[in-house]
């Protein structure tokens, strides 16, 4: 009976912070109007398991084959204050895609949270899973929709949901989007869901991919994904980005470490590619941002939605970016020429630096170095003697195209300065000036 009582004082504590800072934030900024005007609500979408409701905004002029986008409101939200505050509905205006908008009912969730902690609402076929499969399915049929570019988004409950549909039906989605959301499978009830959202939970990245992997029979390819959260976050702990990340890098098989890591307006991004050198993950940490959407509010382009509860201007309109990131209206873009600062190289650690280059001779034809640059290598691993990274830096530094032949110079590896490597490498991405 203790443990019992425990754990009902721990839920009570847990279920009473949640809704002092969703009730302390829902304060904040500018009141939001309960109905837009914009969207239309739609019915008889299919048996509804999940007792939802369906609003869409189809622009005037829908390009043929349009991509959908389905938009997952937060907590204490519906449909149309969510899309006030970001802003869906008017991107498509210029884009010509559809947006849909799941809607939770209170009678489901008393706070009019999506239900992704329950395994009855988020498993493939059941519950509210199964209803917004549905209303995918309606709009496909309604508006011609382009099977191959229905694409998913969330914020905080909402980017929770996303994980799990993103997971139980990978084969309907070519990308989503996790805003301050937390990763698929983290909670199963209602204690474990209040603990995640306070601590983030601890699983190496096999077992939180594993839970991925399990939801559906489908084998890849998998979706892109844009991850987004405030690294002061009060109400989802950061953490939980870290884990959506390990969750889906794992699913990938992509390494820990991101290919780039550079400056977005201020803020931290991060991207994963591919074999194919396809952008496939970012993460963009919101500096000094609690829970909510990152906006840039106002006129001009680059600019959308209304700063209130959980939307917050921080200068980056996340809505923009991720129409471009998972190509919903078009080609991805490459960011890194927007960052305000140019996107910083990897450099790899010493214990890396064999892998990295057997990574970038691999992308090159057999060249007469290639056996040389392994031979230190295999010296190293072997323990003969000491090891010289400079032929390796150089290798790397070459086949990126920041290093011209030493042939054509008279210099040979052996010879190159660590230093002036590095500072003719930084002066050619623009990170220093002569």
Known sequence: MKGLKDTLVSLTHLRQRF?????????????????????????????????????????????????????????????????????WSPLPDDQGFVVMFPEQQRAN???????????SDTQRGRGEALSIYQM??????????????????????????????????????????????????????VQEAFEAMARGRDQDAQTWGNLVRSASPHHGPWPKLSIWHGTSDTIVNPKNMEDSLRQWLDVHGLPARPRVEHELEGHSRRVWRNEDDEDVIEAI?????????????????ERCGNAGPFHIDVGLSSGHHIVRFLGIAGQPAAFEDR??????????????????????????DMSSGRAEHMRHAEDRDAGTGAYDPRPVIAAALKAAGLLGDHKTTGATPDALDPRKVITATLRSVGLLKD
């Not at 570019?149 to 996303?162: D, E, N, Q």
């Not at 960052?339 to 090159?364: D, F, K």
């Open 19 to 87: 809704e002092r800072l969703i009730a302390s934030a829902a304060k904040r900024g500018r009141p939001v109007p309960a109905v837009s005007g914009r969207l239309d609500e739609v019915v008889g979408f299919g048996s509804n398991p999940g007792n939802l409701r369906m609003f869409t905004h189809v622009p005037r002029q829908v390009s043929a084959a349009p991509a959908l986008v389905v938009a997952l409101h937060g907590c204490s939200q519906t449909s149309n204050v969510y899309d006030h505050g970001y802003g």
């Open 109 to 119: 969730n008393p706070n009019t949270c999506f239900n992704w902690f329950l395994p």
């Open 136 to 189: 995918v399915e309606r709009a496909i049929v309604d508006h011609g929709i382009d099977p191959g570019r229905v694409f998913i988004v969330g914020l905080s409950a909402g980017g929770a949901m996303a994980s799990a549909m993103l997971a139980a039906y990978p084969e309907v989605f070519a990308g989503g989007a996790i805003v301050a959301g937390l990763p698929y499978g983290c909670a199963a009830n």
């Open 285 to 301: 940490a919101i500096r000094g941002m609690d829970h909510g959407v990152p906006l840039a509010t106002g006129q001009g382009p």
């Open 339 to 364: 960052a305000s600062v140019a996107p910083l190289v990897p450099i790899a650690l010493p214990q890396e630096l064999p892998s990295l280059a057997a990574r970038q001779s691999a992308r090159q």
